[in-house]
């Protein structure tokens, strides 16, 4: 199994463009999550997915969007980039997403917007 | 979530064990404790959770109080591979169906050769 797979690695963006950050795993699991790591601080939700068709905000939701079209595939839109989305962001999955369950992350896309 | 604190980093030396605590004295009675790691340059990793009773995997043992109000994370010999950011975890069903991760900041741990 490869895992949580995520593309790509590095992205240079230039203020007001915009891209997707794609992320996939191959472990059937239901729960997918997006988060952002700032330089020296701890990671934080942006969006999360129960299921294909399912999705929902996080804690820091604003300026992202998230489709679900099928269990393997949980892509990150931006659409008008800026600055303050410079950051670190890594893709989880988890397979039931109770309390006891463990979140499997991706080694995650490193993005700066100039 | 409830609240953690953890020392800002920790050294140790190679090959000996390291305690790594954690505080979380807001805790509830259905919330686990997971420990995460974020080794440099890469997506954290899961190491231990536990609810009530220590636990032991191939990894680390979870020391948890009686009281619940704190735990210790025990890496028995440490590697210079251990050398991460270590993140203690309170997890409990946010209300929204999230079951998300709330990280901290973490302790840095520094693994002296």
């Known amino acids: 199994n490869a895992g949580v797979t995520q593309t790509p690695k590095f992205r240079i963006l230039k203020i007001g463009q915009s891209m997707t950050l794609q992320c996939a795993q191959d472990m059937n699991h239901n729960y997918m999550y997006w988060y952002r790591q700032d330089p020296g601080m701890g990671l934080k939700l942006i969006y999360y997915s129960v299921g294909a068709g399912i999705t929902d905000k996080g804690e820091v939701p604003n300026g992202y969007n998230v489709s679900r079209s099928t269990t393997e595939d949980f892509p990150l839109r931006l659409e008008l980039a800026a600055p303050s989305q410079t950051s670190v962001y890594f893709c989880a999955s988890s397979s039931i997403g109770v309390t006891a369950d463990t979140q499997y992350f991706g080694p995650g896309t490193r993005l700066t917007v100039l | 979530d409830a609240k953690t604190t953890q020392p800002n980093s920790m050294e140790s030396n190679e090959e000996e064990p390291v305690h790594l605590p954690c505080n979380h004295s807001t805790i509830s009675g259905t919330d686990y404790i997971h420990w995460y790691r974020q080794l440099p340059s890469q997506g954290p990793e899961y190491v231990i959770h536990g609810l009530t009773s220590n636990v032991n995997n191939r990894m680390a043992s979870l020391a948890i109080a009686e009281d619940r109000k704190s735990s210790t994370l025990i890496l028995h010999r440490a590697t210079l591979r251990d050398a991460a950011v270590y993140y203690c975890?309170?997890?409990?069903?946010?209300?929204?169906?999230?079951?998300?991760?709330?990280f901290g900041k973490g302790t840095k741990l520094s693994v002296i050769p």
């Open positions: 975890i309170l997890r409990g069903y946010s209300g929204a169906g999230s079951y998300q991760l709330t």
